[in-house]
């Protein structure tokens, strides 16, 4: 995917030396981070929640300036004047974890233009820009589009174009694939790619293992400071935990690992289909060193891994309600205008009591609207929605927001976890029980309850908001990308917890881009495309029905890529698998 960029001039680069950075409540962000980017590198940054990662961000762009330390970019220090941060600025393009934190206008021209416009760029030059920035994340066509009426993904590639039309020297994106689904996922890395390639240094903020490939070295933060450094097979040879800490586990990043840990280089397994090559080597191989990991991933491919468990447990699970039944719905925002498009057609869909149900599809194919619709804060225009047998509500369909951080609105972290319950009038021994009970589901410290939710890192906010979900203690719940943005402890808890609330008999819809993901939790699946259902069915038997992805127009996981390219090695007469 070429696009056309500013080339880094040689002897450029940006230097951490020392840097720290402590917040006006004496929160210590940083503490003596060192690290440079050089032109065409791209560079990791991974690590915990709350581990500096977005604080050393804001720095790399000046959006913050060190307390101590240096932050040097081509040899200009933001901190000598406005002028040096305003330089910076034009070479530095900071993408937020949170696109509407940086959307400043309300038509998507306008957005994407906002930049090069303020740089002094006639109309024509401005318009050429965002045309190739618009090309370049597959949203040619938007330009006169309400910013407000697009989906979570879409606002995401919007504010990766906005960065884009600046022709920047350096890209900082913190976290920015998170809401981006499988099908832009692909087209975002080769833009990476191609971006290093003509010269630009990228650092990346992720929890992704398909993005920790693509860097030439990583730097794990923790507590603020520098942990190591290295590339992706120094630690998935390391001993030091950092990989859990660092790598959501799945079928494809445990295979990975073990590659690695062989000693396979890095290189020779960066896709999917290399790693397969690779791990038909290893099981073949002298002493058929990882012949028993290659049998285990054929055993389904990450859907039906655990399938079996996963059938008995919800079998036995108690039933507190019917689940969350649609039938024939649709929906349009503006109904009687027939130029705005229907945003459901025609939706069937059940998530049974007892189920963790995923569903899943590109940015904009309806999802987050069924979910609106199931919780009673839109109304169908035709079909109809029951939860438990009954019309939708907000109390017995609790949903917790694509950005649940959002809901906050309190002056603690406490209060906002007490509010729901004490809306329902329970007593304070009771609402103290809640906030217990939902901390220690989420892992949220009791040392946050008195500090204010908006101090608190996007990882952490999250899990603040999910509690407030949590304590409405209802029989039926609707997840919208629970983990974005969380850390591997963070998104083990919240898939361990969809299944405790199965366990419970509650019915648990939960919408996400990470099939690979929630694959081992995961009861029953529904993709989406374009306001339709397109299939449903059992978890175990989407792994056998690979088309079901091309309908559904997104790339099949990694792990389904993996295990489908180890079935063809072994049809061609792999011995040992």
């Given amino acids: 995917m070429a696009y056309h960029r500013l080339r880094s001039q040689g002897g450029s680069m940006i230097e951490l030396e020392r840097a720290c950075r402590v917040y006006a409540d004496g929160t210590h962000a940083l503490r003596g981070l060192s690290f440079r980017v050089k032109p065409g590198e791209i560079v990791g940054l991974i690590g915990p ?19 101590d330390g240096r932050v040097v970019i081509d040899g200009i220090d933001p901190a000598d004047d406005e ?37 002094g760029l006639n109309e024509s030059a401005v318009a050429h820009r965002v045309t190739d920035a618009l090309r370049a994340v597959e949203l040619s066509g938007f330009e006169g589009r309400d910013v407000n009426g697009l989906s979570g ?27 981006l689904d499988s099908a832009a996922r692909p087209s975002f890395r080769e833009l990476v790619a191609d971006l290093a390639a003509g010269g630009t240094g990228v650092v990346m903020v992720t929890h992704d293992v398909a993005e920790m490939v693509m860097c030439d070295s990583l730097v794990a933060l923790r507590d603020g400071c520098s942990a190591w450094e290295g590339d992706l097979g120094d630690l998935a040879r390391g001993d030091d935990g950092l990989w859990d800490d660092c790598v959501v586990s799945t079928r494809y990043s445990n295979a990975l690992r073990a590659v690695l840990r062989a000693g396979i280089d890095l290189g020779a397994c960066r896709t999917p289909e290399s790693l397969a090559r690779a791990l038909y ?20 491919c990450g859907f039906a891994a655990s399938s079996s468990s996963v059938a008995s447990e919800s079998a036995s ?4 309600s019917s689940g969350i039944v649609a039938r024939s719905v649709s929906f349009s925002y503006d109904e009687g205008d027939p130029a705005c498009p229907t945003a459901l057609c025609g939706v069937d869909l059940e998530a049974p ?10 940015s904009g194919s309806g999802k987050t609207t069924l979910a609106h619709l199931a919780c009673g804060l839109l109304a169908p225009c035709a079909g109809a929605l029951s939860i438990d047998g009954g019309a939708p509500d907000p109390a017995r369909c609790a949903l917790s927001f694509q950005r649940p951080e959002n809901q906050l609105f309190l002056d603690t972290v406490y209060d906002e976890l007490a509010f729901a319950p004490r809306n329902l009038g329970w007593d304070e021994a009771r609402v103290a029980a809640s906030v217990d009970r939902v901390s220690d589901l989420l892992g949220i410290e009791s040392s946050w309850f008195e500090r204010s939710p908006f101090e608190l890192s996007g990882g952490q906010a999250r899990r603040v908001g999910l509690g407030c979900v949590l304590a409405l203690d209802a029989p039926a719940y609707i997840l919208d990308e629970p983990t974005a943005g969380l850390d591997a402890a963070g998104r083990r808890m919240v898939r361990a917890l969809a299944r405790v609330l199965a366990r419970g008999g509650r019915a648990v819809m939960v919408i996400s881009h990470d099939l690979d993901e929630w694959a081992p939790v995961t009861d029953r699946v529904a993709l989406m495309r374009d306001g339709r259902v397109c299939w449903q069915g059992p978890a175990s038997e989407l792994a056998a029905r690979p088309g079901c992805f091309d309908a559904a127009g997104i790339e099949p996981p990694e792990s389904a890529r993996l295990v489908r390219a180890l079935e063809s090695l072994r049809g061609g007469g792999a011995d040992g698998c």
């Fill in 353 to 362: 009591a007892g189920c963790v149900t995923l569903l899943a599809g590109r």
């Fill in 317 to 320: 699970a108690p039933r507190l």
């Fill in 153 to 179: 993904g879409e606002q995401q590639r919007l504010a990766l174009a906005s960065a884009l039309a600046m022709r920047p020297r350096y890209v900082v994106l913190d976290e920015v694939t998170s809401m």
């Fill in 83 to 119: 002028r040096a941060r305003l330089a910076v600025r034009e070479r530095v393009a900071f993408v937020q974890q949170d696109p509407v934190d940086q959307i400043v206008s309300t038509v998507v021209f306008d957005e994407v233009a906002f930049g090069p416009r303020n740089l």
């Fill in 49 to 67: 929640n709350g581990s500096g990662k977005s604080s050393c961000a804001r720095l790399l762009c000046a959006m913050d300036l060190a307390n």
């Fill in 281 to 300: 080597g290893l099981s073949r191989g002298s002493g058929a060193r990882l012949g028993d990991l290659v049998p285990r991933l054929l055993d389904g």
